[in-house]
């Protein structure tokens, strides 16, 4: 039996960008890779020729809990392993980087998990 690569590419057209995500993240997870995107240099440009890189680790920083403190409590005590009073405190304190150096893709899924309970995020 052949892979059918356009039925593949068909199917990945009609999926949503969380079902993307958990696709990627399967098979990093099945073959140990990393579908990071290598950090690429750029020679020359604009300004006097200096060099340019592209991010590869970003910070997800909690800017407010917003009205749902509680639930945003308990999900940055799951991401982040402190203990609950560690993470009211956490929550107490903001703005404040719940995770640092992290992909892309965990950084945006860490961001969906904490604006699904109503806080602000930002991604640097």
């Known amino acids: 039996m052949a892979f059918d690569t356009a039925a593949f590419l068909e199917q990945v057209k009609e999926m949503t ?8 993240k399967a098979i990093e997870e099945e073959f140990d890779v990393s ?8 020679a020359g440009g604009g300004d006097g020729g200096g060099v340019e890189a592209v ?23 799951e991401i982040s392993g402190l203990g609950l009073k ?3 405190e956490f929550v107490d304190n ?11 893709a ?10 699904a309970e109503g806080a602000t995020v930002e991604i640097k």
């Open 55 to 77: 991010q590869t680790e970003f910070d997800v920083v909690l800017q407010s809990a917003g009205q749902k403190k509680i639930a945003v409590i308990k999900v940055v005590k």
């Open 17 to 24: 960008v969380s079902d993307l995500s958990a696709l990627v």
């Open 106 to 115: 965990e950084a945006n899924e860490l961001k969906e998990k904490l604006e």
């Open 35 to 42: 579908a990071a995107a290598p950090v690429a240099v750029v």
């Open 86 to 88: 560690e993470s009211k």
């Open 94 to 104: 903001l703005p404040k980087a719940v995770k640092e150096k992290v992909s892309e």
